[in-house]
């Protein structure tokens, strides 16, 4: 059975929503980021030096870090559902193309947040800049229902993750944006809904 370390809210959340998406079986291990410590008391830096979640623990004690890594892995594993497309296509370049955009443009952008160092000035204007490509990524979704085309993809789940960062951190999406659309879709998908439970972050 796979195992993944998670926080709640945290970009783990993605790999957590793929694991329901996928009916997988599988076992949510709590992590606090804080004490590196995961709910048992074990040293989440015996799991991940990294010390950040998502982490994905197989049977045989492997283990698997990185979210765009990790939603690949579990996307193959389960080739019906259409979560990745075919390893070699141009389809599955075009995902690969979103993944890492959302990681290196998006994702990592969120990180000066945590940071008490940086000042609000700085802080202020990378909210412009997250905005900025949030709406790159609107005008790529256009009228499509998701990220890749009308396929919901791993792509959706990490995206919709980072979408809700933005609450979190006060930052307001404009009113003609694409994205307050599609959120709500993804968030009609019993497997989101699911996820946001087991995470305490839905009643």
């Not at 800049?129 to 709406?135: D, H, P, T, V, W």
């Amino acid at each position: 059975m796979l195992t993944l370390y998670y926080y709640p809210g945290a970009c783990s959340l993605a790999p957590h929503i793929i694991l329901e998406e996928g009916e997988f079986e599988f076992e949510l291990k709590l992590v606090d980021l804080h004490e590196k410590k995961t709910g048992s008391g074990r040293d989440f830096l015996e799991i991940n030096p990294k010390g950040y979640v998502p982490a994905l623990a197989f049977e045989d004690g492997t283990v698997l870090t990185e979210v765009v890594a990790i939603l690949q892995y579990l996307g193959d594993q389960v080739p019906d559902k259409g979560l990745v497309p075919k390893s070699g296509t141009m389809d599955r370049y075009r995902l690969q193309e979103s993944l890492s955009y959302l990681s290196s443009e998006v994702h990592k952008l969120f990180g000066v947040f945590y940071d008490p160092n940086i000042s609000d000035k700085y802080k202020d204007e990378t909210k412009k800049k997250i905005l900025s490509r949030f709406s790159y990524l609107s005008g790529q979704l256009g009228e499509r229902a998701y990220l890749m085309g009308e396929q919901y993809t791993v792509a959706d789940a990490y995206l919709f993750t980072l979408l809700g960062f933005t609450t979190h951190f006060g930052i307001e999406l404009p009113s003609n944006s694409h994205l307050l659309e599609y959120m709500g879709r993804v968030l009609q998908r019993p497997s989101v809904v699911n996820t946001l439970k087991k995470e305490g972050l839905i009643e």
